[in-house]
T-cell receptor, first 110, second 114 residues
């Protein structure tokens, strides 16, 4: 079993829809969590950190469930520009171990 | 502020040739990472440096790959001899505890070995 798992998708949703996807992790010692976004032929870029209490940034909401060992990303009122691959990242003990998920592809259609 | 700078951006080389990829991390960052990304295998960590010292090189595929970080502002990833299966995008990234362990990526070096 992979340490960090994501549904590869693709998720194909209409513009304006709400879409959510999860990322599960296997090591309960995980400390920090992030969502990154990667556009086609570009580098991954930080979308948002994930805090224990959950956090929101505009149309994006990230949540952490330590008991069930998953993080989630919710996108409301999706835009065409949200089409990308979303990577979850889990770190252990400062920066000594950082694991990227394989990514979830999201495609927003007009 | 300058981000992570990688060179070359694109390289096409013949099998058997030596390839050297270069990276300049963000100033003040004390951790540096080399990743490889392919469609089949996704994003793989090759090696991680902390304060210029290699901490984890378990992801380096084989002896043909080597990485160095002679100082805090420069790192190289070398492949010798290169093979077609090394074709991938190679990302360098850096982070610091001051940035909350957020990793910042360079734009990548797109390598094609023919």
């Amino acid at each position: 079993r992979k340490e960090v798992e994501q549904d590869p998708g693709p998720f194909n949703v209409p513009e304006g829809a709400t879409v959510a996807f999860n990322c599960t992790y296997s090591n309960s010692a995980s400390q920090s969590f992030f969502w990154y976004r990667q556009d086609c032929r570009k580098e991954p870029k930080l979308l948002m950190s994930v805090y224990s209490s959950g956090n929101e940034d505009g149309r994006f909401t990230a949540q952490l469930n330590r008991a069930s060992q998953y993080i989630s990303l919710l996108i409301r009122d999706s835009k065409l520009s949200d089409s990308a691959t979303y990577l979850c990242v889990v770190t252990y003990s400062s920066a000594s171990k950082i694991i990227f998920g394989s990514g979830t592809r999201l495609s927003i259609r007009p | 502020d300058a981000g992570v700078i990688q060179s070359p951006r694109h390289e096409v080389t013949e099998m058997g040739q030596e390839v050297t990829l270069r990276c300049k991390p963000i100033s003040g960052h004390n951790s540096l990472f080399w990743y490889r990304q392919t469609m089949m295998r996704g994003l793989e960590l090759l090696i991680y440096f902390n304060n210029n010292v290699p901490i984890d090189d378990s992801g380096m595929p084989e002896d043909r790959f080597s990485a160095k970080m002679p100082n805090a502002s420069f790192s190289t990833l070398k492949i010798q001899p290169s093979e077609p299966r090394d074709s991938a995008v190679y990302f360098c990234a850096s982070s610091s505890t001051g940035s909350g362990n957020t990793i910042y990526f360079g734009e990548g070096s797109w390598l094609t070995v023919v």
